[in-house]
Protein backbone atom coordinates (compact mmCIF):
# COMPACT_ATOMS: atom_id res chain seq x y z
CA UNK A 1 0.00 0.00 0.00
CA UNK A 2 3.03 2.49 0.73
CA UNK A 3 4.54 1.55 -2.71
CA UNK A 4 1.44 2.09 -4.53
CA UNK A 5 0.64 5.97 -2.74
CA UNK A 6 4.29 6.63 -3.15
CA UNK A 7 3.99 5.58 -6.88
CA UNK A 8 1.00 8.07 -7.04
CA UNK A 9 2.46 10.73 -5.64
CA UNK A 10 5.24 10.58 -7.63
CA UNK A 11 3.06 10.24 -11.20
CA UNK A 12 0.99 13.67 -9.38
CA UNK A 13 4.26 15.80 -8.83
CA UNK A 14 5.50 14.84 -12.17
CA UNK A 15 2.27 15.97 -13.74
CA UNK A 16 2.25 18.94 -11.67
CA UNK A 17 5.65 19.79 -12.86
CA UNK A 18 5.14 19.83 -16.15
CA UNK A 19 2.87 22.80 -16.20
CA UNK A 20 5.20 24.32 -13.82
CA UNK A 21 6.70 27.70 -15.21
CA UNK A 22 10.49 25.82 -14.09
CA UNK A 23 9.93 22.77 -16.71
CA UNK A 24 13.39 21.37 -17.49
CA UNK A 25 13.23 23.66 -20.65
CA UNK A 26 12.71 26.87 -18.94
CA UNK A 27 15.36 25.65 -16.22
CA UNK A 28 18.08 24.56 -19.41
CA UNK A 29 16.56 28.24 -20.74
CA UNK A 30 17.33 29.99 -17.79
CA UNK A 31 20.44 28.32 -16.61
CA UNK A 32 21.93 28.89 -19.84
CA UNK A 33 21.28 32.47 -19.92
CA UNK A 34 22.87 33.27 -16.58
CA UNK A 35 25.97 31.21 -17.12
CA UNK A 36 26.34 33.94 -19.86
CA UNK A 37 26.88 36.53 -17.40
CA UNK A 38 27.26 39.97 -19.89
CA UNK A 39 29.24 42.56 -18.73
CA UNK A 40 27.27 45.25 -18.45
CA UNK A 41 27.19 47.60 -21.29
CA UNK A 42 29.98 50.70 -21.43
CA UNK A 43 31.03 53.80 -23.13
CA UNK A 44 32.82 52.09 -27.02
CA UNK A 45 29.98 49.01 -27.04
CA UNK A 46 28.46 48.50 -30.10
CA UNK A 47 24.85 47.76 -29.36
CA UNK A 48 23.46 44.57 -30.72
CA UNK A 49 21.36 44.01 -33.32
CA UNK A 50 18.05 42.69 -31.62
CA UNK A 51 14.69 42.57 -32.71
CA UNK A 52 12.45 44.33 -30.16
CA UNK A 53 8.17 45.05 -30.88
CA UNK A 54 6.45 47.91 -31.64
CA UNK A 55 3.29 48.64 -30.32
CA UNK A 56 0.24 49.83 -33.08
CA UNK A 57 -2.82 51.70 -32.55
CA UNK A 58 -6.43 49.69 -32.38
CA UNK A 59 -4.52 46.60 -30.98
CA UNK A 60 -2.66 45.33 -35.13
CA UNK A 61 -0.28 43.52 -34.92
CA UNK A 62 3.06 44.40 -33.18
CA UNK A 63 6.10 45.54 -35.90
CA UNK A 64 9.41 44.13 -35.34
CA UNK A 65 11.97 46.27 -35.14
CA UNK A 66 15.74 45.63 -35.57
CA UNK A 67 17.28 47.81 -33.11
CA UNK A 68 20.95 47.91 -35.08
CA UNK A 69 18.63 48.92 -38.38
CA UNK A 70 16.59 51.76 -36.61
CA UNK A 71 19.92 53.62 -34.92
CA UNK A 72 22.03 53.49 -38.11
CA UNK A 73 23.45 56.48 -38.79
CA UNK A 74 21.38 58.30 -36.16
CA UNK A 75 22.35 59.70 -32.63
CA UNK A 76 19.87 58.53 -30.65
CA UNK A 77 19.04 58.31 -26.81
CA UNK A 78 17.77 55.20 -25.51
CA UNK A 79 16.40 54.56 -22.39
CA UNK A 80 15.01 51.40 -20.30
CA UNK A 81 12.49 51.71 -17.32
CA UNK A 82 12.22 48.58 -15.00
CA UNK A 83 8.00 48.71 -15.97
CA UNK A 84 5.70 50.58 -17.80
CA UNK A 85 2.53 52.28 -15.48
CA UNK A 86 5.22 52.25 -12.59
CA UNK A 87 5.31 54.79 -10.20
CA UNK A 88 9.18 56.24 -10.64
CA UNK A 89 9.16 55.35 -14.65
CA UNK A 90 5.60 57.31 -15.14
CA UNK A 91 5.94 60.27 -12.46
CA UNK A 92 10.36 61.22 -13.35
CA UNK A 93 11.94 59.21 -15.64
CA UNK A 94 9.61 59.31 -18.88
CA UNK A 95 8.34 63.13 -17.70
CA UNK A 96 12.19 63.97 -17.79
CA UNK A 97 12.58 62.97 -21.58
CA UNK A 98 9.34 64.14 -22.50
CA UNK A 99 9.89 67.30 -22.01
CA UNK A 100 13.74 67.31 -22.61
CA UNK A 101 12.71 66.42 -26.29
CA UNK A 102 13.54 69.82 -27.59
CA UNK A 103 16.67 70.43 -25.82
CA UNK A 104 17.98 66.66 -27.06
CA UNK A 105 17.07 67.63 -30.60
CA UNK A 106 19.13 70.78 -30.19
CA UNK A 107 21.91 68.74 -29.67
CA UNK A 108 21.95 66.64 -32.38
CA UNK A 109 19.87 63.52 -30.98
CA UNK A 110 17.51 62.36 -33.95
CA UNK A 111 15.46 59.90 -32.26
CA UNK A 112 14.48 59.05 -28.29
CA UNK A 113 13.49 55.44 -28.03
CA UNK A 114 11.86 54.02 -24.77
CA UNK A 115 12.47 50.21 -23.52
CA UNK A 116 10.49 47.79 -21.09
CA UNK A 117 9.99 44.46 -21.04
CA UNK A 118 6.70 45.00 -20.84
CA UNK A 119 4.88 43.61 -23.81
CA UNK A 120 3.96 46.07 -26.94
CA UNK A 121 0.51 46.48 -25.83
CA UNK A 122 1.28 47.80 -22.47
CA UNK A 123 3.97 49.93 -24.46
CA UNK A 124 2.23 51.73 -26.95
CA UNK A 125 -0.99 52.30 -24.42
CA UNK A 126 1.98 53.72 -22.18
CA UNK A 127 3.70 55.97 -24.44
CA UNK A 128 -0.01 56.65 -25.68
CA UNK A 129 -1.74 57.58 -22.45
CA UNK A 130 1.77 59.42 -21.35
CA UNK A 131 2.12 62.03 -23.78
CA UNK A 132 5.61 60.57 -24.80
CA UNK A 133 4.28 59.13 -27.77
CA UNK A 134 3.20 62.87 -28.85
CA UNK A 135 6.10 64.05 -27.91
CA UNK A 136 8.50 61.91 -30.76
CA UNK A 137 9.18 59.19 -28.05
CA UNK A 138 9.26 55.53 -29.97
CA UNK A 139 7.92 53.32 -27.38
CA UNK A 140 9.67 49.94 -28.11
CA UNK A 141 9.07 46.10 -25.96
CA UNK A 142 11.73 43.59 -25.17
CA UNK A 143 9.48 41.38 -24.24
CA UNK A 144 12.02 38.62 -24.55
CA UNK A 145 14.73 40.17 -22.64
CA UNK A 146 16.75 39.67 -25.29
CA UNK A 147 18.82 43.42 -25.63
CA UNK A 148 18.67 43.72 -21.75
CA UNK A 149 20.42 41.01 -21.80
CA UNK A 150 22.59 41.25 -24.25
CA UNK A 151 23.40 45.00 -22.44
CA UNK A 152 23.83 43.18 -18.98
CA UNK A 153 21.19 45.20 -17.32
CA UNK A 154 18.24 42.18 -16.69
CA UNK A 155 16.57 41.59 -13.36
CA UNK A 156 16.09 37.87 -13.76
CA UNK A 157 12.98 36.63 -11.86
CA UNK A 158 10.83 33.58 -11.85
CA UNK A 159 8.03 35.93 -12.45
CA UNK A 160 8.83 38.31 -15.10
CA UNK A 161 12.67 39.88 -16.30
CA UNK A 162 12.71 43.13 -15.84
CA UNK A 163 15.27 45.95 -17.19
CA UNK A 164 17.28 47.92 -14.88
CA UNK A 165 16.96 51.68 -15.35
CA UNK A 166 19.42 53.45 -17.59
CA UNK A 167 20.07 55.72 -20.16
CA UNK A 168 22.54 55.88 -23.00
CA UNK A 169 23.30 58.25 -26.11
CA UNK A 170 24.72 56.48 -29.02
CA UNK A 171 25.63 57.56 -32.23
CA UNK A 172 26.00 54.85 -35.36
CA UNK A 173 24.89 52.02 -32.80
CA UNK A 174 27.97 53.20 -30.60
CA UNK A 175 27.76 53.98 -27.04
CA UNK A 176 28.91 57.06 -26.64
CA UNK A 177 27.33 58.13 -23.36
CA UNK A 178 25.61 55.72 -20.73
CA UNK A 179 24.08 56.33 -17.32
CA UNK A 180 23.32 53.77 -14.41
CA UNK A 181 20.77 53.86 -12.07
CA UNK A 182 23.23 52.03 -9.48
CA UNK A 183 23.83 55.34 -7.80
CA UNK A 184 20.44 56.87 -7.85
CA UNK A 185 17.27 56.86 -10.53
CA UNK A 186 17.87 60.28 -11.09
CA UNK A 187 21.36 59.60 -12.92
CA UNK A 188 18.63 58.40 -15.72
CA UNK A 189 17.04 61.01 -15.84
CA UNK A 190 17.00 63.89 -19.17
CA UNK A 191 18.45 66.47 -17.27
CA UNK A 192 21.29 64.54 -16.49
CA UNK A 193 22.26 63.14 -19.78
CA UNK A 194 21.72 66.62 -21.13
CA UNK A 195 24.35 67.90 -18.86
CA UNK A 196 27.12 65.55 -19.95
CA UNK A 197 25.89 66.10 -24.25
Known amino acids: MNLLRFLVVSALATFVRSFSPHTSAAIHRHSSTSLKMTAEVKVGDTLPSVVLKEGQANYESPKDINLRDLIKGKKVAIFAVPG ?53 IMFLSDANAELSRALGLAIESDVMVRTKRFSLIADDGVVTHYFSSAGQSSDTWAPNVLAAL
Not at 122 to 130: I, P
Request: glycine share 12%; charged share 20%.
Open 84 to 136: AFTPGCSKSHLPSFITAQEELKAKGVELTICIATNDAYVMEAWGRTSGGSDAG
